[in-house]
């Protein structure tokens, strides 16, 4: 396998869902550089350097890679940097998984869904036109979604009941929205699941399939997803239904590295798309393609920001997920409004063997504040699952979701609780 020891590799973005990319980098020896303009961001304190630079700022981005004679760069897990990315690539003549033309249909939601209608795959339905015909806007038919078409995590959404509380849910849209873009969309009370791929030198694998729980406990924000099961029930239909169209799609594009996630809602038998992303995500499914597959995902993408390209050879491969062998699972444990006191219940996240990994966002004195409900921006921690048997890995599922809370400063329980 070839060496990255002593290359440099700049990530892009901080949060805290970045860490196990920098970490996984500096074990295959990289010296890792990271940027945010947060000078507080929680995954600095785990590179090798890091500075304030914006990830939108392409000019000082550039001076940066210059003087610092970085050999690669990677994108996190924020959507908002991917075209960054790209630009900073292109500039520099650096290895880079995505094309112009894939950032704009994966990071504008109205794009992706005019690909998709180019493949006969189904989308949401959506309500735009008649919301601009006055006279046509009793045919809306309430709920309805109203999302920016650029933004992600749950930022800007609403559901909307009446025409009122649709303009209203517009109006927050565009402001999450840096074209001030936006859909009016059905409202999908259904089955969700999620479907992710891995690209290596144009070979197209299925890594992931999983059905998704959201909370149904916040009103007419976003349903925030409360974990993840593995592999999805419905991974047979995907396959008979949506999957050589999917093919088609990806070659089209001509995609020939990365990740890619894309989550759909599953109704009277049709799979809806959206929400695609050409990255890494926050819920890692990195993490269960690892344990029961056999790569990591980070690691080819460090690879391929340092060497441009991947020899298939070097990494093992299995489809264990879809062959009934193993099972997963992902745990969010969600938090209200509230500054945190005491967290109970840590211990058994040690003694659960099942666990292979749990990712904690807050700590004792942190804040979760009204800003942050109804997006990802709340997910106190995610746990992940892995086992042979299905009921064991339910069982203990059930054990940590009883016994994991966390408590504000007047000893109120701040966790959501997982009925939806």
């Known amino acids: 396998m070839d060496s990255l020891v002593g290359k440099k590799l700049l990530v892009l973005g901080a949060n805290v ?6 970490v996984t980098a500096k ?3 990289v010296f890792v550089y990271v940027t945010d303009f947060n000078p507080n961001a929680p995954a600095k304190k785990y590179a090798d350097k890091s500075f304030d630079v914006d990830g939108l700022n392409i000019h000082g981005l550039v001076e ?3 003087i610092e004679k970085i050999d690669g760069v990677i994108v996190g897990v924020a959507d908002r940097l991917i075209h960054s990315y790209y630009e900073l690539c292109s500039i520099l003549n650096l290895p880079c998984y995505a094309s ?7 990071t504008n939601k109205s794009k992706f869904n005019e690909l998709c209608y180019k493949f006969d795959i189904n989308t949401i339905p959506n309500f735009n036109n008649e919301f601009l015909d006055i006279k046509a806007r009793k045919s809306i038919k309430y709920p309805v979604f109203v999302k920016p078409t650029d933004a992600n995590s749950g930022k800007g959404i609403s559901i909307c009941y009446n025409e009122k509380e649709l303009i209203g849910g517009i109006k927050k849209a565009k402001i999450f929205s840096k074209t001030k873009g936006y859909l009016i969309e059905k409202f999908m009370h259904c089955d969700n699941m999620l479907i992710n791929y891995t690209f290596i ?4 694998l299925v890594s992931a399939t999983a059905d998704t729980a959201t909370t149904s406990e916040q009103g007419n924000l976003s349903r925030v997803c409360l974990g993840n099961s593995y592999p999805s029930k419905f991974t047979s239909l995907y396959f008979e239904q949506l999957h050589d169209k999917m093919v088609l799609m990806f070659k089209y594009l001509g995609i020939k590295n990365g990740v890619f996630m894309i989550s759909a809602f599953v109704e009277n038998g049709n799979i809806f798309l959206y929400d695609p992303g050409f990255r890494l995500q926050g819920e890692a499914p990195d ?3 690892k344990e029961i597959c056999g790569y990591d995902q980070k690691e080819l993408l460090v690879y391929f920001s340092l060497i441009r390209s991947i020899n298939f050879t070097q990494f093992k491969f299995s489809d264990q997920m879809f062959k009934g062998k193993k099972f997963a ?3 969010w444990i969600l938090l209200k409004i509230g500054k945190i006191s005491r967290i109970t219940g840590l211990e058994i996240l040690d003694q659960n063997n099942c666990v292979v990994k749990c990712n904690i966002r807050f700590n004792v004195g942190d804040i979760v504040s009204e800003e942050m409900i109804g997006t990802e921006s709340q997910v106190f921690a995610r746990i992940y699952l892995v086992s042979d048997d ?3 890995l339910n069982n203990k599922s059930n054990l940590i979701k009883n016994a994991l809370k966390v408590f504000d400063i007047n000893n109120t329980e701040m966790s959501l609780n997982f009925n939806n």
Do not use: M, W
């Open 17 to 22: 869902e970045t860490i196990p990319l920098i």
């Open 27 to 29: 074990k295959l020896g």
């Open 287 to 289: 993490i269960v393609i």
């Open 390 to 392: 299905l009921n064991i």
């Open 201 to 204: 030198n144009g070979k197209i």
């Open 100 to 106: 112009k033309e894939q950032c704009d249909y994966f």
């Open 329 to 331: 699972a992902s745990i």
């Open 64 to 66: 940066l890679c210059k």
